[in-house]
């Protein structure tokens, strides 16, 4: 848990805990699926939809992967529960622990600053990865009491998580075998103009 994450649980702790809509927030991942090739970089957003009448005024998210085939580079917050840069928001992430992206924000905006910017679905943040190794690595959301998402008073929004993937691509033998053979051919034919 980052410093930001037991700051964010302080603060909500202090708020009442007031009802609020009984649909599911759904978080999940855009594009739910990545192809890429080994040493490619990609990036997959943190998509938040169905809010109904609820508002995302804070969270603590933890991001499981497949430490073999990904390495987590960064983390950009989206503005959607307000802009860090003029402090409208209070973010932090954490990247040392091989397999997980933890990251946190916390909004500073009042409910109706938060409702102007929450009126569809919404990017909470982009996380970026290199390509280390071949295969599929699975993109999922570990949530728990620490890691969740959380409403303007504190409330612990219901969520349904869509997990995602990075499948690295590995060219097959026979494309390369098909390339090797079209360059020796033009190579030969090249070689043989030259000498007539």
Do not use: C, K, W
Not at 81 to 98: I, K, M, Q, S
């Amino acid at each position: 848990m980052t410093r930001l994450a037991a700051l964010v649980l302080m603060l909500f702790a202090m708020g009442a805990s007031v009802a609020h809509d009984a649909s599911a927030v759904t978080l999940s991942f855009a594009p739910s699926s990545v192809s890429a090739g080994i040493g490619d970089s990609v990036a997959v957003d943190v998509l938040v939809s169905d809010l109904g009448t609820d508002l995302v005024a804070g969270f603590d998210l933890d991001v499981l992967f497949a430490s073999s085939a990904l390495v987590a580079t960064n983390v950009v917050f989206g503005v959607h529960l307000g802009n860090p840069g003029v402090f409208e928001a209070f973010t932090d992430f954490d990247l040392t622990t091989a397999g997980r992206v933890d990251f946190a924000e916390v909004s500073l905006l009042s409910a109706a600053q938060l409702a102007a910017l929450q009126t569809g679905p919404f990017v909470l943040a982009t996380l970026e990865f290199d390509v280390v190794g071949a295969g599929a690595s699975p993109l999922t959301y570990h949530l728990d009491a620490f890691n969740q998402l959380f409403g303007p008073s504190g409330e612990t929004l219901d969520v349904v998580v869509r997990d995602g993937s990075v499948v690295a691509v590995v060219p097959e033998p026979t494309a390369a075998l098909l390339f090797a053979v079209g360059f020796a051919v033009v190579g030969l034919h090249t070689r043989r103009a030259r000498a007539a």
